[in-house]
């Protein structure tokens, strides 16, 4: 099999695992227990809550351990959101129109409990625009939620430079607007400081990075205002109730370490394979446009559109070859739903359904890459000759 969706989840990396067995066996203490067994898994939450906190420049006290990025995100957006209006400082929230639906939905339910909220568009890049994040602050602003990478086209958005502009207004006003980011996409490609950053909160989930599904990471800056969403035990320094998923969190500590080591060799090789991948496609079949990404991006990441066909019997038909890529666009109630994201960016609703997004990982080969190329013109073309509705 030839894996290229890394953007959707990545094989959990073998020193991850080992790392996680012990406590699946015979390490099973809760971190609570006032025993031996629970001290020592403690203490391994202890070692992996230091390790987050050394690779994102935190401290370990501002780092929480979560269910993953969803939970994360929807944590810092509502939780920030909801403690500021509390606090009287007032309720307006910005984010992007190209947020992941986790960040998105949030920022809807935001609006359900009374939130005003300001969707920042972008270009045809999938850039957000700095100038029109200035012109969108208020007085009455809490929080600014702006993914670091988009999980779609791989774009980089310009956050340390919107975290300054959230700051100084924040100076001018004399009230804080708190400034949130999805970095679920990041790690592995992008150093992420939160220091340099700038930022308050930071979301992350260890499926991404080679590490466990269901386990994520939340900075929350210190004395960040925050209301917990789930509440019960004071485990996770009393913000995020719930027994502690310790193998999930051991390998996350492993994980997020991994993926700063060997960070440049990483992103020349995969850069250079998803170029060649990029250029074969653009030579080898007619029409073919690569979707945003093209200057500021993660190095993994390949959006291309396929005009005339539609990217979900693209996706099938690569699976037959052993490939595995991912369609941006979703069909519910036999209506085609493009993706939000590429609307956003202004591509044309044919283009856009005829999407398709390869993410290349750390283990991908020039091999896979030339077998995937050879193969992508052919299926394209029958594809196109089938369809039925003209391009
Ligand atoms: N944010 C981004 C940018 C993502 O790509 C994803 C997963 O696809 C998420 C959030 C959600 O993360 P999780 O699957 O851990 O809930």
Request: net charge neutral.
């Amino acid at each position: 099999m030839i894996y290229l969706d890394h953007a959707a989840t990545t094989p959990v990396a073998s020193k991850v695992r080992e790392a996680m067995l012990p406590y699946l066996g015979a390490a099973y203490g809760n971190p609570s227990g006032l025993y031996a067994l629970g001290a020592s898994a403690q203490a391994s939450v202890d070692v992996a809550r230091k390790a987050t906190a050394g690779a994102l420049g935190a401290r370990p006290s501002e780092i929480l351990f979560t269910s993953g990025g969803t939970e994360s995100i929807n944590s810092a957006i509502l939780g920030i959101a909801y403690a500021m209006r509390r606090a009287g400082a007032g309720d307006h929230v910005i984010t992007t129109a190209i947020e992941h639906h986790a960040g998105l939905h949030a920022a809807q339910f935001l609006e359900e409990l009374g939130f005003d909220v300001t969707y920042l568009g972008c270009d045809a890049q999938g850039r957000v625009s700095l100038a029109e994040l200035a012109a969108s602050l208020r007085p009455e602003t809490v929080l600014v939620s702006m993914m670091l990478v988009n999980n779609e086209v791989g774009t980089v958005q310009p956050v340390a430079e919107a975290t300054r502009i959230a700051r100084d207004f924040r100076a001018s006003r004399g009230h804080r607007v708190l400034f949130h980011t999805d970095a679920v996409q990041a790690p592995g490609w992008l150093p992420i400081d939160v220091e340099e950053l700038g930022v308050d909160a930071v979301s992350l989930s260890s499926h991404k990075f080679g590490g466990p599904k269901g386990s994520g990471i939340l900075y929350l800056r210190r004395a960040t205002p925050f209301r917990a969403l789930l509440h019960g035990g004071g485990q996770e320094l009393q913000k995020r109730a719930g027994t502690e998923n310790v193998a999930g969190i051991v390998g996350t500590g492993v994980a997020i370490e991994m993926a700063q080591v060997g960070r440049m060799e990483r992103l020349r090789r995969v850069r250079a394979l998803r170029d060649h991948l990029r250029d074969e496609l653009l030579a080898t079949v007619p029409d073919a446009i690569v979707n945003g990404c093209q200057e500021h991006c993660t190095p993994n990441n390949l959006n291309v559109a396929f005009r005339g066909i539609e990217s979900e019997q693209l996706v099938a038909a690569l699976d037959r070859h052993g490939i595995a890529a991912s369609s941006g666009s979703a069909c519910s109630n036999s209506l085609w739903e493009p993706s939000h994201v590429l609307m956003a960016m202004g591509v044309p609703i044919r283009t856009a359904v005829g999407s398709v997004r390869f993410s290349l990982g750390e283990g991908t080969t020039a091999a896979e890459i030339a077998a995937v190329a050879s193969v992508v013109p052919g299926e394209v073309a029958r594809l196109r000759s089938e369809a039925t509705t003209p391009r």
